[in-house]
């Protein structure tokens, strides 16, 4: 390697990893770790225990909605939160209740008190929480970090999500709940909740500004700021049919990840469980790469157009899912499809702190974060039926090449190719706000 390139690949590695030099950084990220591991913990207890009280698929499932209601329920009322109020407080207010609901469910699991709306009750808590954190976490990291961080710091964040939320939480959880009881599993999220709590609390507050005086009658009620946010992303192409593109791609393509790759692994694999276990680790190791990778450069001068190409072209190789019988032909498709994912997903955190102004980022990060939630139970839902009369290998090509289609529309009809190049992020100094 010569001189020029060393010099080279240690600007990238110092790049990524700029934002830990600053210390309210370093100590709102680990919080997020400890969060997401938790989370990535829950998910196995909560089946378990479950499992534990009532050996029901419909209670299993039961409870998994009454997560997911949670996160939809108050998705875009996070967003108007993290605009009104203190987003630290924000945060520090969700993992507490987050800590109480799991530390509920383990003390009343240890005393044999447990029962299943004790479970319902405590999903609901942790997908609400959900909800208004990551929309104030969002829109709190362009006052930590200086804009030309930022693309670093949600590369660091899109790594950390597969690896702890999607591998390294569940993985552990296995084995404690597997060593010993579901209970045992929940005292361990609670220390996990319970220390990502106490690096909140040394995080420093933010100055607090003086209101306008034209605020109170800007923002009266909730449903105003709502109309607000919702009334900016009308009018901002690239934000509409971003939005647009992400839902109708989240229609064509989760329902038949979730509930028929599943049985499409089953099938060509003798030892179905492992092997879906680590194809998902594939497309979590995929997303951790593809995250770094862009986080060690700097933004795309064409940023919409590689990140809408990332979603689209990145979603072909589930075309091959189901015309394939081997396990690495499957690995290497996922593997791509979470490298693209990941990729485009930093640009579009990035993206989002930069062209979004500030009172209005946290509605934003919310209804970006609703619409990613809206369709999934209805393409859940038509799944299973749509493959009793269409061939399950047609359904994957579909999965593969409809993305694209969108992506392409997408990027015309929002006119993202001009939109770029009018407001450019690869130079700091050039920034704006407007959309």
Excluded at 183 to 189: D, H, K, L
Aim: charged fraction near 10%; aromatic fraction near 8%.
């Amino acid at each position: 390697m010569t001189s020029l390139e060393s010099t080279t690949v240690d600007a990238r590695r110092l790049r990524a990893f700029a934002p830990l030099r600053r210390r309210d950084y370093r100590l709102l990220i680990a919080a997020v770790a400890l969060s997401l591991f938790g989370s990535g913990m829950w998910t196995v207890v909560m089946v378990f225990q479950v499992l534990a009280l009532a050996d029901s698929p419909t209670a299993l499932s039961a409870v998994a909605a009454c997560f997911s209601g949670g996160l939809i329920a108050f998705a875009l009322v996070g967003g108007v939160a993290a605009d009104r109020l203190s987003k630290r407080a924000i945060l520090v207010t969700v993992q507490g209740a987050s800590l109480v609901a799991v530390a509920v469910v383990a003390a009343l699991g240890t005393t044999g008190v447990l029962d299943l709306w004790h479970m319902a009750v405590a999903s609901v808590v942790l997908g609400a929480g959900g909800a208004f954190f990551f929309p104030a976490y969002s829109a709190y990291l362009p006052s930590v970090l200086p804009a030309e961080e930022l693309l670093a710091a949600n590369g660091l964040e899109g790594a950390l999500r597969p690896t702890l939320q999607q591998a390294l939480g569940p993985a552990v959880a296995g084995m404690v709940v597997g060593a010993f009881v579901p209970p045992t599993g929940a005292f361990v999220v609670c220390a996990s909740f319970a220390a990502s709590m106490v690096l909140l609390l040394f995080v420093r507050p933010l100055p607090v500004s003086p209101p306008e005086s034209s605020t109170p009658e800007a923002h009266s009620n909730v449903f105003a700021d709502l109309r607000e946010g919702f009334a900016f992303t009308v009018r901002t192409p690239w934000l509409l049919w971003t939005l647009l593109f992400a839902c109708l791609m989240v229609l064509v393509v989760m329902g038949p990840i979730e509930v028929l790759l599943p049985f499409l692994v089953r099938d060509n694999f003798a030892d179905g469980e492992r092997a879906f276990g680590l194809l998902l680790t594939a497309f979590g190791v995929g997303g951790a790469i593809g995250s770094l990778a862009v986080s060690a450069g700097r933004m795309p001068r064409r940023y919409l157009t590689v990140m809408v190409l990332c979603w689209g072209l990145g979603s072909v190789p589930f075309a091959v899912l189901g015309y394939t019988s081997s396990f690495w032909v499957m690995a290497t498709a996922l593997f791509v499809v979470g490298l693209t994912d990941g990729a485009g997903m930093v640009i579009w955190g990035t993206l989002l702190q930069r062209r979004v102004p500030g009172e209005l980022l946290g509605r934003v990060s919310s209804l970006d974060f609703f619409v990613s939630l809206a369709l999934m139970p209805v393409s859940v839902a038509l799944a299973g039926p749509l493959a009793t009369v269409v061939p399950v290998p047609v359904i994957f090509v579909v999965v593969g090449t409809v993305p694209l289609v969108l992506a392409l529309v997408a990027l015309t009809v929002g006119r993202m190719p001009a939109d770029e190049i009018d407001h450019p992020l690869d130079v700091v100094e050039r920034v704006d706000t407007r959309p």
